[in-house]
């Protein structure tokens, strides 16, 4: 059974830092891409970053850049996203996604709620 559960989402003043976690389980997490996206309220779905399957390369959205790190641990399944400097519209929910690389395979996470606010 295919699962990724994100964590670590919450309420946090702009300016402030957040580490989101993407747990997965039942395929082979190195094979995959894993994403980060994010959903605001009222908007489409936007890609944040992106990693390679070996963590080698790493992609973000322009208005990420500088603040936001994505990393992986193949070791243990696991895809993180380190936001810093955040502000108020980061807020949104966000979710993880892994892509097979040799396919169209893809799966998502749940999501977990992110709100920049004073």
């Known amino acids: 059974q295919v699962q990724l559960v994100e964590s670590g989402g919450g309420l946090v003043q702009p300016g402030g830092s957040l580490r989101l976690s993407c747990a997965t389980s039942g395929f082979f997490f190195s094979s995959y891409v894993m994403s980060w996206y994010r959903q605001a309220p009222g908007k489409e779905r936007e890609l944040v970053a992106n990693?390679?399957?070996?963590?080698?390369?790493?992609n973000y959205a322009d208005s990420v850049k500088g603040r936001f790190t994505i990393s992986r641990d193949n070791s243990k399944n696991t895809l993180y996203l380190q936001m810093n400097s955040l502000k108020p519209e980061d807020t949104a929910v966000y979710y993880c996604?892994?892509?097979?690389?040799?396919?169209?395979?893809?799966?998502w996470g749940q999501g977990t709620q992110v709100t920049v606010s004073s």
């Open positions: 990693i390679s399957s070996t963590g080698t390369r790493r």
């Open positions: 996604k892994a892509r097979f690389t040799g396919g169209t395979v893809a799966y």
